[in-house]
């Protein structure tokens, strides 16, 4: 089965709200990676959250091992941060990084 | 300036025929990665290098062979093309087992 499950598959907000994605996973985890994918299809690199909670401008990451989960939060949405979120497994094989199916994010103006 | 440099961005293959995906870094990283993300499926890993040497291998097919002439180089040349090999192929580095970085990938469209 999937070993990083990513939801919702798809949310639309309108600017200014907030937005919270669920990634849960099945496996041992080293540490969780959330990136975003724009548009374009280039990937950046947002978080890499063994554990604990990170904070960056509007993004906070929370990844909770026992309850196999992590979470990114959005706060006060803007119409650029439309694109598509990773999340991606890290269980300790070096970079080989197990990729969620992404949820795809529109924000509305 | 991107350090992960991928050429090209875009390829339009025939069924059949073979290319060669290039991938240099200049983050003076030890370790290089091949991932593909097609319509259909997540991002997946296929290959990782360590100092020009195959460490792990994901890929089921021998028509995918990475290459690695430098040490800042590891291309991927893929022969006997498909239309379900259509998708975006991502490079990746990292120094030892630290998180990659990724390259903004090539695009290869196999009709």
């Known amino acids: 089965g999937q070993q990083v499950q990513q939801s919702p598959a798809s949310l639309v907000l309108q600017e200014g709200e907030n937005a919270e994605l669920q990634c849960n996973f099945s496996t041992s985890l080293n540490s969780m990676q959330w990136f975003y994918q724009r548009p374009g299809g280039s990937l950046v690199s947002l978080f890499y959250n063994p554990s604990g909670t990170k904070h960056s401008g509007r993004l906070t990451s929370t990844t909770v091992i026992k309850e196999r989960r992590s979470s990114l939060h959005i706060s006060s949405s803007q119409t650029t941060d439309s694109g598509t979120y990773l999340c991606?497994?890290?269980?300790?094989?070096?970079?080989?990084?197990?990729f969620g199916g992404g949820t795809r994010l529109t924000v509305r103006p | 300036d991107p350090k992960i440099i991928q050429k090209p961005k875009y390829l339009v293959a025939v069924t059949g025929s073979e290319k060669i995906l290039i991938c240099e870094q200049y983050l003076g990283h030890n370790a290089m990665y091949w991932y593909r993300q097609s319509a259909k499926k997540p991002l997946e890993f296929m290959f990782s290098y360590s100092y020009q040497k195959l460490m792990d291998n994901q890929t089921a097919s021998s028509r995918f062979q990475p290459q690695s002439s430098k040490k800042n180089h590891l291309d991927l040349q893929i022969t006997a093309l498909k239309p379900d090999d259509s998708a975006t192929y991502f490079c990746?580095?990292?120094?030892?087992?630290?998180?990659?970085?990724f390259g903004e990938g090539t695009r290869l469209s196999v009709l």
């Open positions: 991606a497994l890290d269980n300790n094989a070096g970079a080989k990084l197990t």
């Open positions: 990746a580095s990292s120094q030892d087992m630290e998180a990659p970085l």
